[in-house]
């Protein structure tokens, strides 16, 4: 669990993550952990309505649907404060501004744009598009 954040219900949907303490940019907010899976379970998976899976390489994806993945929690956000970035493996929500105390964390799902109208977005953001649907929810810069 993260000493930065605190998980409690959120304005934008069901539970979101928020800072507990001033969180500068560049930050390594959480570890999105979950069941790394093939392609193939992740294709199935996807197709029963899992929405926290994420890309990991040519042959595996990350599923996040797990107990003891507190990151599955965090929001999704037209105006994201937070890029969930692949960092030697691992996935990492990464603070993109200074982000204060109280203030709810979120970054972008980027859900598929020819499945748009599935994911309507309620972040509430001025710059809200209506859908979670920008790309490229993960940075392709790797970091060591």
């Not at 304005?11 to 790394?36: D, L, N, W």
């Not at 599923?63 to 037209?78: E, K, L, M, T, Y």
């Amino acid at each position: 669990m993260s000493d930065l954040i605190e998980f409690k219900p959120s304005p934008i949907h069901g539970m979101g993550g928020f800072a507990k303490v001033p969180i500068s940019t560049g930050t390594r907010v959480i570890e999105y952990m979950g069941q790394k899976i093939t392609k193939q379970e992740s294709l199935k998976r996807c197709e029963e309505e899992n929405w926290f899976i994420f890309a990991l390489d040519d042959q595996y994806d990350l599923d996040g649907a797990v107990g003891w993945n507190p990151a599955r929690f965090i929001n999704h956000s037209c105006s994201p404060n937070c890029d969930a970035e692949l960092i030697e493996g691992k996935i990492w929500i990464i603070s993109r501004r200074n982000i204060a105390p109280g203030e709810e964390i979120t970054f972008n799902y980027g859900y598929d744009l020819a499945d748009y109208r599935e994911h309507p977005c309620h972040c509430g953001s001025p710059d809200c598009v209506g859908y979670m649907d920008l790309p490229s929810a993960i940075s392709s810069r790797k970091r060591s």
